[in-house]
Every structure is written in C-alpha cells, then in structure tokens.
C-alpha cells in the first residue's frame, strides 16, 4: 500500500506561481505511474497530468506551458510547479500513484484557489 500526502496548496492571485508536493510512504522509483488530477466545484475529476516510466509526462492541453511536474527520488516527493495561474484552475489537487500490479492510490487532496 501507498500512502500520498499533498501539501502546497493556498490561495494564489490570478498570475501567481505555487508547487504542490505529493510525499510518498515508499521509493517512488519503484512505481510505475505517477500524476496529478484536479477537481472544480460542480465538475468532474480531470487530468492535469502525468507520467509512466519511463517516459516523460504529458499534460492536459488547459495547462501544457503552464505547469511542470518533477519528481525527487531522494526525497520519496512528486511536484507540481504550476506557473501563470487561472481561476479557472481553482480546484482540490490530489496526487495518484499507480503500480504494476495495477492498484491505484490516491491522496487526500489539497486546495487551490486562484482569486484576486
């Protein structure tokens, strides 16, 4: 089992920078999959990102240019710098993990809101 702890969230101005860091229980070399999901109030849970090793991530297009996901192995850490904000990218962020053996785990979220 994976356990996934995001922090980082916060409210940010229209324009503004934050990371997000998702904090794993194991080597996250180990583990196949990892990325971002998004959801906005009254809409459906959407991709921001991701990565399968051991290929680069790909991005939803809402925010290819925008945001950069990295990862610390030293640290056990995924991020996700997020540069040029939107209110349209206001949302609970939440990190996924996802192995070889095909479970899928989930953080608990943390909040973003971009408002002036």
């Known amino acids: ?3 996934l702890v995001e ?4 409210l940010v101005q229209p324009g503004g920078s934050l990371r997000l860091s998702c904090a794993a229980s194991q080597n996250i070399i180990s583990i196949y999959s990892m990325g971002w999901w998004r959801q906005a109030p009254g809409k459906q849970r959407e991709l921001v990102g991701r990565f399968f090793r051991p290929d680069s991530p790909v991005y939803a297009n ?16 995924m ?32 909040q973003v809101t971009v408002s002036s």
């Open 1 to 3: 089992q994976v356990r």
């Open 7 to 10: 922090s980082g969230g916060g």
């Open 62 to 77: 809402s925010v290819k240019g925008r945001f950069t996901i990295s990862t610390d192995n030293a640290k056990n850490t």
């Open 79 to 110: 991020y996700l710098q997020m540069n040029a904000l939107k209110p349209e990218d206001t949302a609970v962020y939440y990190c996924t993990a996802y192995l070889d053996s095909g479970d899928d785990y989930w953080g608990q979220g943390t």
